[in-house]
């Protein structure tokens, strides 16, 4: 499993990061956009006044006729024109040869220099003079007799700059104050937000450890009604399961004490004063019966417990399922013909490459032994004179399934589902047993991925028998 699967995520660091993320990208961007902004803002008076300067400018010109052209300002318009000391601020005025009037002459041309149309609107430019970066505003003057001039006004940019800086400050500051308070209320919030889960921690802390009783859904937010509803689930589950495995060790446990005690007064029954040959004979027959009975009934528990264990732990490799099917039915040959029951084997023969399924041997073969010793057992009951018959069968058709059938009492439809539970057994049954056989046949099924089936044997007969069909898949 990769290291970080491993790691255990705080939701409140997660939502705290998704928020905190977001919000420190945006702010350079917000600084970006603010400098973008206060840029076009500075610009805007000083664009304006420069061209007013221009205008200004335009009116000192005296065009009288037939004289040249002449330029004169007045000294407090000079003035004037420089709002501050530090200002570097540069007129122009030349006449449509292109001759100084006035001002400074190494002023760049405006583009298109040769154009000379008239326009009652100054125009701007960003030009280089002298090094410096400059914003430049020009006009061309009508003079009257069909002369004109040319007016341009040129000023350094570093106040607009000065100007664009002071007002991202004043947007920045509060900002550095307004950022750290937001943080603070969303970590606040988001402490009150999860605190109904760190109630729901403590409440679930405080349980004694046999307390499996819900969790009250009310008093937690909605969002984690699901996740509360799903551990009720649980605990219901495990309720019942424990509840399960309680009565199941007290049957279990009742199971091995009447043999035990059997056991017990036997000896006690040998051992008595004056007990005959005959007695202790029949005495030590009931002790071996008894501690057969409880010998078979750990044996039982055992092979549950194994099956329950599950596939994890036990080896799988591929069985041949004809082959595991006549084993079962060779193993109980002594026993039938005991008991003069016709036992049979129907299906193919081993080594059918159809026939491998995945498994473990040995719990399949238990699986198939608890089959056909319930069938040996039970079927006689309905053939006192004998003729009792066993039929384990194999067959292919889609999926594999093995059956095991007997001409015996059957099994009524509405015991069935009881049958499959630990410990139950048919009250009218004579034969000896623990009633674990079919839950154990069941629990390897299920571990191999197979169904059992309970189905009589021949509806039509009387008895109907019983059919115990295991379908793999
Ligand atoms: N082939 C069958 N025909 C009729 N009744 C059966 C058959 N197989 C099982 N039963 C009934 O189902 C009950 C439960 O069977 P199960 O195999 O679980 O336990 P058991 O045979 O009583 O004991 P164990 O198998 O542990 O020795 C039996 O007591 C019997 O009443
Ligand atoms: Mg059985």
């Not at 403590?202 to 509803?229: F, K």
């Not at 004063?273 to 202790?280: Q, V």
């Not at 799988?316 to 013909?337: E, G, K, N, Y």
């Not at 057994?425 to 056989?437: N, P």
């Amino acid at each position: 499993m990769p290291r970080f699967a491993a790691r255990a995520h705080s939701l409140f660091g997660e939502i705290l990061d998704w928020v905190l993320a977001p919000l420190l990208l945006l702010w350079p961007i917000s600084l970006a956009l603010t400098w973008l902004v206060a840029q076009e803002l500075a610009a805007r008076p000083f664009d304006r006044a420069l061209a007013h300067n221009a205008q200004v400018l335009a009116q000192f010109i005296d065009a009288a006729p037939g004289r040249p052209l002449r330029f004169s300002l007045p000294q407090p318009v000079g003035e004037l024109l420089r709002s501050d000391d530090g200002d570097l601020v540069y007129y122009q005025v030349l006449d449509d040869a292109g001759q100084l009037i006035s001002g400074e002459a190494r002023l760049p041309p405006p583009p298109q220099a040769g154009a000379t149309t008239p326009s009652a609107q100054p125009r701007l430019r960003d030009a280089e003079f002298l090094g410096l970066p400059m914003r430049m505003a020009w006009l061309h003057v009508a003079t009257g007799a069909g002369r004109h001039a040319l007016v341009q006004v040129a000023e350094a940019r570093d106040k607009r700059r000065v100007l664009a800086a002071e007002i991202i400050k004043g947007v920045m500051l509060p900002q550095l104050i307004i950022l750290p308070l937001a943080l603070l209320l969303v970590w606040l919030a988001l402490t009150r937000g999860i605190r109904p889960l760190t109630h729901l921690q403590a409440r679930i802390r405080q349980r004694r450890p046999d307390d499996l009783s819900p969790l009250d859904t009310l008093a937690v937010p909605q969002e984690v009604t699901p996740l509360v509803l799903a551990v009720n689930g649980l605990l219901a589950r495990l309720d019942s399961s424990i509840q399960t495995q309680k009565r199941f060790l007290a049957d279990a446990a009742h199971q091995l004490k009447t043999p035990l005690a059997g056991l017990q007064m036997q000896a006690e029954l040998a051992l008595r004063e004056g007990a005959s040959e005959r007695d202790l004979k029949t005495s030590l027959e009931q002790i071996g019966l008894a501690s057969a009975r409880a010998t078979h009934t750990v044996q039982q528990l055992l092979a549950l417990a194994r099956a329950e264990s599950g596939l994890g732990i036990m080896a799988r490799q591929p069985v041949d399922l004809a082959q595991l099917a006549r084993d079962a039915v060779q193993d109980a040959v002594p026993t039938a013909l005991e008991r003069h029951i016709d036992l049979g084997y129907d299906g193919p023969d081993a080594g059918d490459k159809r026939l491998l399924r995945h498994g473990n041997p040995v719990l399949l073969k238990e699986m198939l032994r608890n089959l056909v010793d319930n069938a040996m057992r039970y079927a006689p009951a309905a053939h006192p004179e004998g003729g009792a018959r066993v039929t384990v069968r194999v067959h292919v058709a889609g999926g594999i399934t093995i059956s095991v059938s007997d001409n015996g009492p059957g099994i009524p439809e509405k015991e069935r589902p009881l049958v499959l539970q630990p410990f139950y057994r048919s009250s009218d049954t004579a034969a000896e047993g623990t009633g674990l056989g079919l839950p154990i046949v069941q629990e390897i099924a299920r571990q191999h991925g197979a169904t059992l089936t309970i189905s009589d044997a021949d509806p039509s007969a009387t008895p109907p028998g019983a059919c115990f069909a295991i379908q793999f898949q």
